[in-house]
Each structure stands twice: as structure tokens, then as C-alpha cells.
């Protein structure tokens, strides 16, 4: 990335102030972007450049590429006359027009999504025979990040699951690893989904509120079926509103089984670790955004990737044996309410996925894209955990309604890279063209082609696993009747700072039902994980607190769950750099200078667009006042003391505060400033910048602060910041 360049740059070229006249290709795609390998339908490589499978061609054609003329005026008899049903060009606009829109997924509509490779370390050779798990091996993967609740139109920031989805094109075939960002699940049988799903989404007569879980219909379900809790939990704590996709922790939330070489076999529990730590929004920062930015997340991933940033997670298993009775310290591995603390089993490292293009299009790709938790290679299957077995119908389901059909996965994005001979005929949007008269087996006509195989030549087998003699019963083991032990493990493992927050989004949430009932219900599942946080919340109600109705337990904390207390590199963070304009540009250099150097995305703000400067050293801005607002930097440095722009009032920018004009401080300052101190983010003064520190009310030498003469120097202490995401000293909490 250049000293003038920034992400988001909508097209590979400079558009022109007037329209273009001569004739020209298609541009190619930006340098971060890629489509899906060319292979065939039926998983041939094609050797086809990608330039090959988009549209191509200079002049504008109808879509059987004959060339058109004139693409503004229906065919009319005169020039105000009807329109004529004989315009054909119309009727194919129109109605491919009308057509564009495919049903949106029930659940994690909102979507972003990027492509990658992964490499395997080999640490996996000895618990699974998958062959892209061998040490050394590259995987093409594509990854689609998501929220659960909302819809396509919903915001990114909301508090809510993420969905963390990732497609292997392995050479056995494809390989979908279907998880979320938090390792346990609200239900333990998918017979249950559609109900949490119905009840967290919008209430059906008035569809409101959207993408949220703050209403009455959710926590009626959650606090009547409290096997629940524990998901409900995570969800009120800092994971439920996460920095960025790039700084989420991922989780199969199942139990897998492996199966190597000789046979033997081996549960294990999926995680991604990213490799710039697990962070996340304060609630007010969260809110922000989604009106400032509702596509934050997909911008920042975007962007990063962009930028040469290329987000990265280290694939890790928990291992268990594969005991009869498939329990692990008193833990049972087929309840996807529970997970394993990694103090008990730690996460092994068996691969690095890295991020490094975006895709061309979102509808063919991100939209498009089909994960399936049955789409399985050699060397991975299933357990008898209920959601999973439900999701193993749920999923091929869902697909045929949304993309026509099923033949789902011959579109691009979902093709493997392995050869198909499926036997698999016709049907909507069938684009193999298949040879031979004899789909069936076993036949003579074509050869006796296509012939099973062995577990020598790369079938795919089943473990064989024994099932127990057993009556025909809708019920559960009585393992699964514990909703609360490891809920009160997760708030016991939590910093103090972590528990402010968690106490701060069930009194949100809370008090946002209209139910009264709802709302002591909801305290009587608190008293049960903790009594502190239930006398906080049901204070912030204004209800009394009751007691636990079941013995609490007295778990030992895991600190792993918590996002505090260490460093992460800053690769891809994002600094704003606040200027007066022309004035203190050396200081600017030095700071874009510092930023890039450590890896990170610096955004120049200033009182307008435009450049600072002429020639070869002219600093880009990238934000002006009117512009910029704390949420999308991770870090303030301000360089000048910038006074009130023309633009600065009221009438014209709301964000301007009138009265605040007498500081001599543009206003929208101030409050960039205000705003970043208190949502824990480091602040960084050079020269007269601490002239605005002053005027904001924030002290030179509050914890997270660096103020000095030379921009360097406070970028350094800036970045040291950084790694430990944000200035924690700044809150005080009392739990």
C-alpha cells in the first residue's frame, strides 16, 4: 500500500469526470479481488482464466450477446407513444430485473466473506487420514462470517452469534466446517432450532425489533428452556459484539469424530485462533456503528485484506478418547450446550488459514455459497450429538429452496475441486452436460463406469460404531439436565472489567421486555449462575433479587475464556490521524510514516477533502470532520489543534455542538476525542494536539495517553497500546 492509498477504492481505476466514449473491455478486478477457481461443474480443472467465466466484450449486448444499440428508451410507437409488446429487449430487462432476488437464509442472512488457503502443520497425521490435514498440504478455502439474527439489510454490530463457516476444496472433495464464534449452542436437539430461532427473531405482527435480541419473544424462550443459559451468557459478554471478524475466535461447537490410517478413531472439539487476538466493541461503540456504519464489519474485513493485512487463524483441536460412554471429566461431549476448557484439554495447532482476496461479487460468491455440515472428506464424521444429526437434513434442505434446486453445488463458489461422477441427472439449473445412457449401477452399457471404491483408493467409509440396543424414546440423557454449572464457570473466569459488561447487556436487554414477568423470570435464571450479578441486574430493573433455586456450584475458573490481560500483534489496525490541514505536514508525514511501518492503516482527518501539500508529497485525506467518527479507528493521534471548520455548526452538522465553537477547537474534534477516551482506545498528542487534549477534558497522563513533541515517538507508545487493544486502566469496575 502506497503512502497515498487507502482501502476502499470502488473500482481498479480513477473514474472519469465525463462519461467514457471509446470502446473498451471490461476492467479487470481490483488487486484484491478473486473469483472461485475454474474448474467445471463436475470438478475439472479447467485451465480457464477467470476473465474467461465473467462477461466480457466491449459493447453492451441482450443475453444471447447479440449487440443493442440503445439500452434508455422502450420501443414506443412515436416518441409519446405506448410501448410495444414486440420489445423484446424490454421484457428480457425487465424480467431478469424482476428475478434477481433469491430467498434470503433464514438464519445468518447478513453475510461477508473472503477467499484463502490453508496450510497444514501435519499435527493431525496421527488422529485423521484427511489428506488435507497432511503436513504441508494448501487448501483453497472460502470463509463467510455472519450474524444469526437479522436480515440481509441488518446491521453488522448488533449483539448477536457470528456465524463462522469455512469451505475446504480439498482434493478428497469438499470439506464445510459450520461453526460460530462461541463454542456452545442455545439447544441440544435441532428439533429446538426452529423454535430459538422464531423466538429471537422479530415479533411476527409488528416485525420489529430487527437483528436484536433485546425483546420479549427471545427471553421468554430462553428463560423458560433453560438449557439456554449458558449460550445466553456468552452472548451478554463482550463476544457478542466483536471488534472485528479478523479478531473472532471460531468453533466447530460439535463433536467431531476422526478416524487415521490404521482405523483408530478420536473425538475432537474444531477452534480457529486468530492470530490478532479475540477482542471486542464496547456497547455504546457497538450502537454507534449501526447507525454511523452499518456495514463496519464487512468493511473492516475488506479493507484489511486490501491493505495487504491478511487476516489470519490457526486451526486447533481438543482431543478426547473415543470412549463408550463419550464423556470427558464429567463433561458430555454430545451436549452442544457444554464445552471442554482448554485448561482440562488444550487446543492443538494443526494448520494456518490465511485471508488474502476478496470476492468479485457478492451475490455469485458470498450470497451463493452453500455449507453443509454432511459435506465430509476421508478421515472426519459425524458423533450422535441431536443438533448435529438435524442439521445433517437442515442444511441440503435450506439450499434447494434458496438456489432453485439441487444442483446447488455446480454453482462456482460451491464447486469442488475434485472430480464428480455422481450418477446425479437433470433437475433446476443443471449446467453438467453428462454422457453415457447409463446412470445406474451396476451397468454394462457404459463400461460398468463409475465403479465404487475401497478405503484403499480414497472412499469415503463411515466409522463403524456400534448402536446399542435401546427403546424408541423423545428424550435426552440425563447429562443434558445441567444448564447452569458451566454458566456460572464462564462468569467466574470473567475480569472484573468483563462482568461490568456482562451485568450491563442483561439490564439492557432486560429492560428493554415489556413483560413484567419476563423480566423476574429472566432474575431467577441469573440467581442461579451467580447472586452479584443477579442483585446488579435486578437493581438496574428496580426488582428485588431472588435467590438460587439450585445449589450453586464452585467450578474452577478457566482463564482462556477471558479477553483480557495480554498482547496481540496491531497488523491492520486502523489509526486516525487528526490534522489542522496545511499547517504541522511534516508531522503528518511522520505519523502515515509510523503507522504503515508497524503494519497498521492510517486515515488522514482533517477539515476537508482533498490534499495536504503538492507533488510527489502530497498526503491524501481520507476523512474530513463531517466525515470520521471514533468507531472506525482503533487509535487517535492527533497532530495540530485543529479550529472550527466552515462547515462547523449545527445546521449543517449535527455532531457540532454550537456553544463548544468558543474552545477554538473544531467540535467534531472534541468529540472524536471524547469518544475514543471513553471507549477505552489509546489517544496520542503531538505538538499543540495537546492543546485538544486539554480543551476535550482528557488529562496528558490518563492511562492509554501519550503525548510528546515528535509524532514518532508517541505513534510508538501509541502502538504498545494497541497490542493490548484498549486502555483497561480507564475503567473502574466494582464487581
Known sequence: MSDNEIPG????????????????????????????????????PTGAGQDKVA????????????????????????PRGPVLLQDHHLREKITHFDHERIPERVVHARGAAAHGVFRAYGAAAGITKAAFLAEGAETPVFVRFSTVLGSRGSADTVRDTRGFATKFYTDEGVFDLVGNNIPVFFIQDA??????????????DREIPQAQSAHDTFWDFVTLHTEATHHTLWNMSDRGIPRSYRMMEGFGVHTFRLVNAEGATTLVKFHWKPKLGVHSQVWEEAQIACGMDPDFHRRDLADAIEAGAFPQWELGVQTFPDAEDQMFEGIDLLDPTKFVPEELAPVRPIGLMTLN????????????????????????????????????????????????????????????????????????????????????RPNSLD?????????????????????????KVRDAAASFDDHFSQARLFWLSMTPTEREHITAAYAFELGKCWDQAIKERGLRVL?????????RVAEGLGLPAPGASEPLGSPEPSPALSQLGHTWPVEGRVVGIVTSGESGLDAVREARGAVLGAGMVPLVIAPSGGKLGSGNDAVTVQRTFATARSIEFDAIVLVGAPAPAPDAYGARDAKTDDGARSTGVDPRVLLLVTEAFRHGKAVGACGTGATVLEKAGVAADAPGVVAGVAASTVLDGVTELLAGHRAWDRFTPTL
Open 191 to 204: 428439533i429446538k432450532f426452529p423454535d430459538i430461532i422464531h423466538a429471537g427473531k422479530p415479533h411476527p
Open 9 to 44: 477504492a470502488p473500482g481498479p481505476e480513477p473514474a472519469q469526470i465525463d462519461e467514457p466514449t471509446k470502446p473498451r473491455g471490461p476492467l479487470p478486478p481490483k488487486h484484491d479481488q478473486r473469483g472461485p477457481e475454474t474448474v467445471s461443474p463436475t470438478g475439472q
Open 447 to 471: 463400461g460398468g463406469c463409475p465403479f465404487t471404491a475401497g478405503a484403499d483408493t480414497g472412499a469415503y467409509i463411515e466409522v463403524p460404531v456400534d448402536v446399542p440396543a435401546a427403546r
Open 55 to 78: 462477461q466480457g466484450g466491449a459493447y453492451l449486448t441482450n443475453a444471447q450477446g447479440a449487440r443493442l444499440y440503445d439500452t434508455d428508451h422502450s420501443l414506443k410507437a412515436g
Open 357 to 440: 482476496a476478496n470476492p468479485s461479487n457478492y451475490f455469485a460468491e458470498t450470497e451463493q455459497v452453500a455449507f453443509h455440515v454432511g459435506h465430509l472428506v476421508p478421515g472426519i464424521d459425524v458423533t450422535n450429538d441431536a443438533l448435529m444429526q438435524g442439521r445433517l437434513f437442515s442444511y441440503v434442505d435450506t439450499q434447494i429452496t434458496r438456489l432453485g434446486g439441487p444442483n446447488f453445488a455446480q454453482l462456482p463458489i460451491n464447486r469442488t475441486h475434485a472430480p464428480v461422477n455422481d450418477m446425479l441427472r437433470d433437475g433446476m439449473h443443471q449446467t453438467a452436460v453428462h454422457r453415457g445412457v447409463a446412470p445406474y
Open 527 to 535: 440467581a442461579n449462575i451467580d447472586p452479584e450479578l443477579c442483585a
